[in-house]
């Protein structure tokens, strides 16, 4: 069975590398590429072709909302999970209506 190729979107570095690093230590998952923005990350889907997009809420310019809304436009769209600090029905919902097909509080990781 082929890996899980995984582009993580998040403004931190330090969740970034972390993140990085965890997923590249399971079987089955290889992280193929990560973004400092949501317009990085966005340009990066198209050329990567993930099957998973872990993306942060919170990042200047363009939202990792709307991120997820465009990516999940796109014929053959890759999952887009949303990963933030922010863990409030606000964002859940917010998450859901743009598309996500998951949303986890990075809390659960600590």
Do not use: H
Not at 38 to 57: I, K, N, Y
């Amino acid at each position: 069975m082929d890996a899980i190729r995984v582009l993580l979107v998040d403004d931190s570095m330090t969740f970034l590398k972390a993140a990085t690093t965890f997923l590249n230590g399971l079987a089955g998952v290889d992280v193929v590429g990560n973004a400092p923005s949501a317009a990085e990350g966005l340009a990066q889907v198209s050329v990567l072709r993930p099957d998973l997009v872990l993306v942060d809420v919170a990042m200047p310019g363009m939202t990792g909302l709307q991120l997820v809304s465009l990516i999940k436009k796109a014929t053959n769209a890759p999952k887009a999970v949303v990963v933030t600090l922010f863990n409030s029905e606000v964002y859940r919902s917010g998450a859901m209506a743009a598309g996500a097909d998951g949303f986890i509080a990075k809390a659960c990781f600590v």
